[in-house]
């Protein structure tokens, strides 16, 4: 039972090239979510989806784009990554009630953008 | 801005004292949720609280949700070196945006 699995788990970019963190979940969770970790802010969402086909931003939807085509996969895109960039990035799913927010996470992907 | 607030940030501790942590907001939540996280890993959820004034055991943790449903603590008694880690809380003020608090880390001394 894999869960959450988020690839790659380290990444370094050069500022202004682009990739995409990828996600997948293999219990038919519906709600998907994307977050960074910086030290002393806890995790911040950038994007979500709460099915597919539909996204929505977060807290911190700048110089990331989403997509959800799919119920397992939640790719997250960074179009020209920017110093600001590094960080700890978490997929976590759940499924929908109402304790919705009761989330499974990846062991994340530790990005640096030099 | 922090709509949960976490203290302590940081507890330095010897192995069999007891601990408390809190998790403040100005915000009611339907349901609060505390994750551990150790290092390299993401979070793993611990509990749910959903009814104000809940309390919630797991095993040696002590999960408590305030009145109001804006605050929840986590106690932890006879702390062991595997209760070290980062403590979160998280909720949903509303809707499906999730937000946690900046956490607590905890280390147990042996």
């Known amino acids: 039972n894999a869960g959450v699995t988020q690839t790659p788990k380290f990444q370094v970019l050069k500022t202004g090239q682009s990739m995409t963190l990828q996600c997948a979940q293999d219990?038919?969770?519906?709600?998907m979510s994307w977050y960074r970790q910086d030290p002393g802010m806890g995790l911040r969402l950038i994007h979500y989806s709460v099915g597919a086909g539909i996204t929505d931003q977060g807290e911190v939807p700048n110089g990331y784009n989403v997509s959800r085509s799919t119920t397992e996969d939640f790719p997250l895109r960074l179009l020209s990554a920017a110093p600001s960039q590094t960080s700890v990035y978490f997929c976590?799913?759940?499924?929908?009630?109402?304790?919705?927010?009761?989330?499974?996470f990846g062991q994340g992907t530790r990005l640096t953008v030099v | 801005t922090q709509l949960l607030e976490q203290s302590p940030q940081f507890l330095s501790i010897q192995e069999g004292e007891n601990l408390t942590v809190y998790c403040n907001s100005s915000s009611v939540f339907s349901s609060l949720q505390w994750y551990r996280q150790e290092p390299g890993e993401g979070p793993v959820l611990l509990v749910t609280v959903v009814t104000g004034g809940e309390v919630k055991k797991l095993k040696r943790l002590t999960f408590q949700f305030g009145d109001a449903r804006k605050d929840s603590s986590l106690h932890i008694t006879a702390a062991q070196p595997g209760d070290t880690g980062l403590y979160l809380c998280?909720?949903?003020?509303?809707?499906?945006?999730?937000?946690f608090g900046a956490g607590t880390r905890l280390f147990v001394k042996a």
């Open positions: 219990m038919n969770h519906e709600y």
């Open positions: 998280a909720g949903a003020p509303g809707g499906f945006k999730t937000i």
């Open positions: 976590a799913s759940s499924s929908p009630g109402l304790l919705n927010t009761e989330a499974f």
